[in-house]
């Protein structure tokens, strides 16, 4: 199991990669399946060690990403994270 700095950046190495994913959907590009069913995998990998964390932001950093992930693979036909929603009302 990685220690909390590990596991910390792990999560937003992920949490990154997936709101990239989910922007480049959302200006009318396509996702990488592949890719982001590999970050869904990884996601649920550090699953159990974010729930266990003393660091309660992980959860919720692990639960926008999983929205990112879903927004991206659906190509835009499913509900977006906050954060992506926050992006693009900030672009208009």
């Given amino acids: 199991m990685p220690d909390d700095v590990e596991l910390a950046e792990a999560v937003y ?15 009318g590009g396509e996702a990488d399946a592949q890719r982001a069913g590999q970050l869904a995998e990884r996601a649920a ?4 060690a974010a729930r266990d964390s003393l660091d309660g ?29 926050q992006i693009l009302r900030d672009q208009r």
């Avoid at 992980?58 to 992506?84: C, F, H, K």
């Fill in 57 to 85: 932001s992980l959860r919720q950093i692990l639960s926008e990403t999983q929205v990112d992930l879903n927004y991206a693979l659906n190509g835009g036909r499913a509900p977006m994270s906050l954060r992506l929603g």
């Fill in 45 to 48: 990998e550090l699953g159990p």
């Fill in 13 to 27: 190495a992920v949490s990154d990669e997936a709101f990239a994913l989910a922007q480049a959907v959302a200006v």
